[in-house]
């Protein structure tokens, strides 16, 4: 008789309870990645006789102040000589000298000294020489695993619950644990994100087609350093609200720890796809914009985007194309409209193995080049 009492106390107190879907999947890959910075040549201090807009006071050789006219001179197109930069050092050490010995001056007779040695410091850094940097190139085991939990149930109203965390290990590193898990709540076409959100910058298009086997620090990107997912952290903490109807797709979102806000709307007619993107952020550096677009054909693909970061303006094109049955190559260039910095661009191949996938990439930036070559796999 007990026994069918708790058989049937169990079931009536499962019978409300909706069934859970959980699943456990991952990815590893592992491989040798190179990173070379390009050689910087030696550079001449420089000095002009152009005089700085703050007006040295004059210490007394008996330690007096005198407000007076000596100005420092600062950085221009002639180059320093010998002479010019031992008077430099030595003006930065009588300028610390002066404040040591006058600390019983008045606020504005310190504030003058202040000055002054700021003033002659940064005189002398104008006017140092630097030093040559020969060309560094490290090469070095890379790897990483990854586990993704994820879990949803559905309810008798049809809302669909659900919760995703992640555990990653990029290159031995020990003691990781899960991060900031996600939430979510969808019905129909909307949903809602909460927790490590994951924002509206990548719904813009505003990436086209990175390359290797880490994706070589994701070049192919308008620009980096939004709110966004994080995979080890804890993430933005805010809130996602997405509503897809058809092909449209648009969303908002808010960041709990920035306060930061995005939004995104993306489009697509056949080979055609359109997407754009912004964050307006507390800072105007944290402001950020973007639009893309995309077309299909046979055998590959071609992506522009176009993204500006505070008044950063960035172009990228990229593409890839399947040279053959199980393998394809990738390529892209980023102009980030800045004189005086190199354009940013990129070439990979992806074999198919069968159940894996071999990378190879090498990306051509700003501060010299990365390479990378290795395996990947997904379960």
């Known amino acids: 008789m007990k026994k069918i009492l708790f058989a049937t106390t169990a079931l ?6 909706a069934a859970a879907d959980v699943t456990f999947t991952g990815m590893g890959r592992f491989g040798v990645k190179s990173v070379s910075t390009d050689a910087v040549a ?5 000095m002009t006789t152009t005089a700085q807009s703050t007006a040295a006071a004059a210490v007394g050789a008996d330690g007096t102040i005198t407000a007076g006219a000596v100005t420092a001179a600062v950085v221009g197109t002639t180059a320093a000589t010998d002479a010019e930069k031992l008077s430099a050092v030595n003006a930065v050490a009588a300028a610390r000298v002066a404040l040591q010995n006058n600390t019983t001056a008045t606020a504005v007779a310190i504030a003058d000294l202040e000055a002054d040695l700021a003033d002659a410091e940064a005189n002398l850094a104008a006017i140092s020489d630097t030093a040559a940097v020969a060309k560094k190139t490290t090469t070095d085991i890379t790897s990483r ?5 994820k879990a949803s149930v559905e309810l008798d109203s049809g809302i669909t619950l659900g919760a995703a965390t992640r555990f990653r290990s990029t290159d031995g590193a020990a003691g990781v644990g899960f991060n900031a898990p996600t939430f979510t709540m969808s019905t129909g076409g909307l949903t809602l994100v909460v927790g490590n959100n994951y924002g509206q910058m990548y719904h813009g ?10 994706g070589l620090g994701f070049e192919a990107d308008v620009f980096t350093g939004f709110d966004e997912y994080s995979s080890n952290g804890t993430g933005p903490q805010g809130a996602d609200v997405n509503y897809s109807m058809g ?3 648009m969303g908002v979102s808010h960041a709990k720890g920035s306060g930061s806000t995005q939004a995104s709307v993306s489009y697509s007619a056949d080979a055609l796809s359109f997407g754009a993107s912004m964050q307006d952020g507390k800072a105007k550096a944290d402001d950020f914009s973007s639009v893309g677009v995309g077309y299909a054909f046979a055998g590959g693909s071609v992506n522009l985007a176009y993204g500006d970061n505070n008044g ?10 399947s040279v053959a049955a199980a393998t394809s190559v990738t390529a892209f260039v980023k102009d980030t409209n800045t004189a005086g910095v190199k354009n940013v661009y990129g070439v990979g191949v992806s074999h198919d193995l069968g159940g894996a996938s071999l990378k190879a990439g090498y990306v051509d930036n700003a501060a010299g080049s990365v390479a990378d070559f290795g395996i990947v796999f997904n379960f």
């Open 12 to 17: 009536v107190a499962t019978a409300s309870v």
């Open 42 to 46: 030696a550079v001449a201090g420089k």
């Open 145 to 149: 695993m990854q586990i993704d939990v």
């Open 205 to 214: 298009n505003m990436s086209v087609n990175n390359v290797g086997l880490t």
């Open 247 to 249: 092909n449209l797709s």
């Open 312 to 321: 950063t303006k960035t172009t990228v094109l990229g593409g890839t194309y």
